[in-house]
Structure formats: structure tokens, C-alpha cells
């Protein structure tokens, strides 16, 4: 069963938490139609991504969607992971071109230095006029050096928009995604960033340092095979850790027929008739969950009659 653990250093400013999806990563991939499978360096690319919008969703406990997002400028355009309030998440990617067996995040997204990780959070109830918050960083370092794992992205992200001392560890095959994350938290009266001498100290906190340093040895394969009690006792043995309830991630998707009809409805009555005199009926499929939404004519009428809502017609 797919699993979030929360857990507290005792006495120490940090806070961790350790994800494995399973059987929901292995729902995932189960709705690729045959043929359309992903290459296992971007499946792999997309467990990962999975797991850390898990990861931080559950930090912020944001109540709306967190949407983890990687512009590319390789084969793949586009990786998209989204975790909502109750921990459901969905992910997808584009991919335009042939990925290389072996390759990395750069060759994968990065290819010309042009790459960019957004993190974009959306209120579930947002007010009239609100906008969503969105950070966006490079897929390089500080000294430009291209970043060769989402797990770097993310830390540096963090590090540079939000200003958390962030250790993150991700790993994902075709069985499960998994990942763990240290965070440092700001000591009260004191900004996390403050007491910082020059750019080779970075105010780590001798815990944190210590802390993240142990997460650091775990190894992808211990991370994909192990329980999560074997990982935090075998990192954390000589610590204090206090553990709370398992949450309990899982794969759903947002979208619906209505939402598919309101899309219908930007596009125009003469795009919608274009459409179907070419065609015969419109559908359109969803790239999160694979779901076809079939609108006939008569839908498309119906859709665009005076005060009429998306609704009716069929589901395949």
C-alpha cells in the first residue's frame, strides 16, 4: 500500500518525511495504451516527480493543487506532476523525440541550457482576482553547471525561492516511487537564511548538516526496496525520531466531462462544427489518466445552446 511517514528529530530543528507509492505508481502506468508506454528513463523521470509533488504537498499541507512542472528543450517538452490537499496525485509528460537509453535529466529536458522547473500552487477556493503563486528556477546550479537529477532541481529550488535547507533523495522504476526529504526548520526569531558569513557558509545548522549527510547514504536501490521502519532505522539509529500516522497517497485525476466541455466552449461553436463535419465527433482523450470524452453533434449543440451546461453524451 502507498504510504507518506511524517517523523521530528527530538530537540532538533528538522523535520523529514518518506513516500512509496505502489500500487498507485504501478495505476499510472497501467492507463499508457499499449505502444504508448513511456521510455524507462523518463518513467523513471516521472516516479520521481511523483513522489516529490507527494513530498511537498504534505509539507506545506496547502489546501489546493501543487502543480511540479519541467519545461524541456531535448526529446521531452514537458513533465508534469500535480498533488492535491488529500495527497491524489497525477502525472504526464510530452515527449517529441526519441530518448537515448541512459539518459539523464539533462539530455533528457536539458539539452541546450534552456531547460526550467516551475512550482505552481493553486487554491482550491481562490478569491476573485487571485492569482497563483508560481516559482520558477533553472535546470542549473549557481555556477551553471546543468543539474543531473530532479533531487538537485528541487533542492535548489527550495533553496533559492523558498529559502529551506532541503536534503531530497528520489528514486522510481516500474514497480514504485519513492523519495525522502530533510528540512531544516527556521530556528524561531531567526530567518533560515540569516547568520550567514560568506558563500561557503551556508548557515547549515550542525544537526541539519548532520542529519541530511545520513540521508545522503541512502542508495536508490535501498530506497525502492526497503520499508520505510528498515530506512529510518538504518539512517537514523542513533536519533530520537518521533513518528506520526501514515498517510495514505493514491492516483486520481481531475478531469471531467464538464471540464472537457468548457474547453469545448473557448474553442468556439465554428472550431467545434469544423471539427465534426471533418470527423464526424469530437474526442478528446485526457493525458493524466487516459480517459476518451466523445462529443457528438448533437452534444455540441446542446453544449453551445443558450444556458446550457456540458453535460450529457458519452464516456468511453
Not at 517529441?96 to 534552456?114: F, K, S
Not at 469544423?274 to 470524452?293: K, M, P, T
Request: glycine share 10%; hydrophobic share 40%.
Amino acid at each position: 500500500m502507498s504510504e507518506l511517514h511524517k517523523f521530528l528529530f527530538d530537540g532538533l530543528p528538522v523535520r523529514g518525511m518518506l513516500v512509496r507509492l505502489t500500487e498507485s505508481w504501478r495505476e499510472v502506468l497501467s492507463r499508457r495504451e499499449p505502444g504508448h508506454e513511456y521510455p524507462p528513463e523518463l518513467r523513471d523521470l516521472l516516479g520521481e516527480m511523483s513522489a516529490a509533488a507527494v513530498l511537498m504537498q504534505a509539507n506545506i499541507k496547502f489546501n489546493g493543487s501543487l502543480v511540479l512542472q519541467v519545461f524541456g528543450d531535448g526529446p521531452v517538452k514537458l513533465a508534469v506532476a500535480e498533488a492535491q490537499h488529500d495527497l491524489t496525485f497525477r502525472v504526464t509528460a510530452k515527449c517529441v523525440g526519441g530518448v537515448q537509453p541512459g539518459a539523464t535529466l539533462e539530455a533528457m529536458m536539458n539539452l541546450h541550457g534552456q531547460g526550467r522547473c516551475a512550482i505552481t500552487l493553486d487554491p482550491k477556493d481562490r478569491l476573485p482576482g487571485q492569482q497563483p503563486y508560481q516559482g520558477v528556477v533553472p535546470l542549473h546550479g549557481d555556477q551553471r553547471e546543468p543539474l543531473q537529477k530532479m533531487s538537485e532541481v528541487l533542492e535548489h529550488y527550495m533553496l533559492q525561492s523558498e529559502q529551506l535547507d532541503t536534503k531530497l533523495v528520489l528514486a522510481a522504476n516500474g514497480d514504485i516511487a519513492a523519495g525522502l526529504l530533510i528540512q531544516r526548520l527556521p530556528v524561531e526569531g531567526e530567518g533560515n537564511l540569516e547568520g550567514r558569513r560568506n558563500e561557503d557558509d551556508i548557515g547549515l545548522s550542525d544537526a541539519f548538516n548532520r542529519i541530511s549527510m545520513l540521508a545522503a547514504t541512502l542508495t536508490a536501490e535501498e530506497l525502492l526496496t526497503l520499508d520505510a521502519d528498515t530506512v529510518l532505522r538504518r539512517l537514523f539509529w542513533e536519533e530520537t525520531v518521533t513518528r506520526f500516522e501514515p498517510q495514505t497517497p493514491r492516483f486520481a485525476c481531475t478531469c471531467s466531462r464538464e471540464r472537457v466541455g468548457q474547453m469545448l466552449l473557448g474553442l468556439g461553436r465554428e472550431e467545434a462544427d469544423s471539427v465534426l463535419a471533418e470527423r464526424g465527433d469530437i474526442e478528446i482523450g485526457c493525458d493524466f489518466c487516459g480517459r476518451h470524452y466523445r462529443f457528438d453533434a448533437v452534444d455540441v449543440g446542446a453544449l453551445f445552446a443558450p444556458g446550457s451546461q456540458p453535460e450529457g453524451g458519452t464516456l468511453q
